[in-house]
């Protein structure tokens, strides 16, 4: 009897240890993330602080420079944070690691793209393999603490079968009139 019971708890613990394992290699998402998963993770907390520093920088390097017409801070960098899809899950690429392409296959019934952008924009806008995305939430970040917002966060969401594209994720700064795009090719 002793052995049946050992032999019955360890196929419980193997049969456990196997669906956990499982359950960390699972890619699929439910759901597009929302604005309080993004924000209130690590890996967008150490993508404002890596921004922070960036922008400190900027504005070391901009002493002596030309006085701008408004107090917001000028588009001067811009990323693809994060793809995410229900075939593919969650990619989080962060402040300053743009790959070219995406790791998984993001195919789906929706697919959504992050940007991260320091500086304010004029407007600002999403396309997957040229379809025009909406706009779901966006997040400002003001990044010394001087109450002018100086970052954004924009989350994009194609809604609708895809097999992916280029996503190109464009912005107009509002105090010199340039285009500054940041892109992905989304498999």
């Known amino acids: 009897m002793r052995k049946l019971v050992s032999l019955a708890l360890i196929l419980v613990l193997v049969l456990s240890f196997n669906v956990a394992a499982y359950a960390d290699g699972d890619v699929t998402q439910a759901k597009p993330l929302t604005k309080e998963e ?7 907390r150490e993508a404002v602080k ?9 504005k070391a390097n901009d002493k002596g420079g030309p006085v701008l017409f408004a107090p917001a801070p000028k588009v001067s960098h811009i990323n693809v944070y994060g793809v995410v899809s229900p075939n593919g899950g969650q990619e989080i690429y962060g402040f300053n690691n743009n790959p070219l392409s995406t790791t998984n296959d993001h195919g789906g019934a929706w697919v959504q793209c992050i940007t991260f952008q320091i500086g304010y924009d004029s407007s ?24 002018t917002i100086d970052a954004w966060a924009h989350s994009w969401v194609y809604e609708g079968s895809s097999t992916g594209g280029q996503f190109v ?3 107009y700064s509002i105090n010199i009139a340039t285009k500054w795009t940041a892109w992905i090719n989304v498999r």
């Open 38 to 44: 993004i924000i209130n993770s690590k890996e967008f």
């Open 50 to 58: 890596a921004a922070k520093a960036e922008f400190e920088s900027q």
């Open 124 to 147: 600002h806008y999403g396309t997957l393999a040229g379809s025009t995305m909406t706009n779901n939430w966006s997040e400002a970040i003001d990044l010394d603490g001087d109450r």
């Open 169 to 171: 994720g464009t912005v």
